[in-house]
């Protein structure tokens, strides 16, 4: 079956200017995690979704990012006033749902990269 | 809070030689452990994972033992090939919460043939 999808593949912006990078998960899977990787790191975590809620978006830097996951299948990663500090590769994942079941690994997307000029 | 941390690289190696790419993490509770690889242009794929204290993870000649006492996963392969050059990445989950998953910031091998 096909696996997390995520586009576009790539964004060029500007500063200042406002993207959306959208998440395809597996289909019935119910949670959905967004990460950040900025070059030469390991994906760093920015927010959850258990179904269309968000459960836990510690990880947004700050009020300029915002999720949203209105039927609780497709997500949209929002960012407004683009900084060059954005670029990076941002990668959806997804699973049956969370908890410690060994059914529950993330399924990782391709990624989209995000580069503000 | 909950962190990993692996070797530096790049690793250099010729073929057949055998790698070990060391992981420590530290975490509160009993996290899932698993290795990531990334082939040049493509996602993140896993590797192998562990769930428990002393289980072995292993797929494509490669394996891991969660070691609980040392808090380590380190990988090894006893004979690499040039298409294993790759970036690979540890990480462990969150054994609470969110699940979230935690990860090293990854270690690039170069296989020479």
């Known amino acids: 079956g096909a696996g997390v999808s995520q586009t576009p593949s790539n964004k060029v912006t500007e500063k200042g200017k406002y993207v959306e990078l959208r998440c395809d998960p597996i289909?019935?899977?119910?949670?959905l995690y967004w990460y950040r990787q900025s070059l030469g790191q390991g994906p760093e975590f920015l927010i959850y979704?258990?179904?269309?809620?968000?459960?836990?978006d510690s990880g947004l830097p700050n009020d300029r990012f915002f999720a949203v996951r209105p039927e609780g299948s497709v997500s949209t990663l929002k960012i407004q006033r683009t900084e060059r500090g954005d670029s990076a590769v941002y990668l959806c994942a997804s699973s049956l749902s969370s908890g410690l079941s060994s059914y529950n690994e993330q399924f990782f997307g391709p990624g989209t990269r995000l580069t503000v000029l | 809070g909950d962190s990993v941390t692996q070797m530096e690289g790049p690793v250099t190696l010729s073929e057949e030689a055998f790698l070990t790419i060391n992981c420590t993490y530290t975490a509160t509770g009993y996290p899932s452990l698993f290795w990531y690889v990334q082939y040049p242009g493509e996602g993140l794929q896993l590797l192998l994972k562990a769930t428990k204290a002393d289980d072995k993870g292993s797929n494509k000649g490669f394996e891991a033992t969660y070691r609980k006492e040392t808090t380590s996963f380190h990988l090894e392969k006893g004979s690499v090939q040039v298409s294993d050059s790759a970036v690979y990445f540890c990480a462990l989950r969150d054994a609470s919460g969110t699940y979230k998953y935690i990860f090293g910031t990854g270690t690039r091998l170069k296989v020479l043939a």
């Open positions: 979704f258990q179904g269309t809620g968000a459960a836990d």
């Open positions: 289909s019935g899977h119910t949670a």
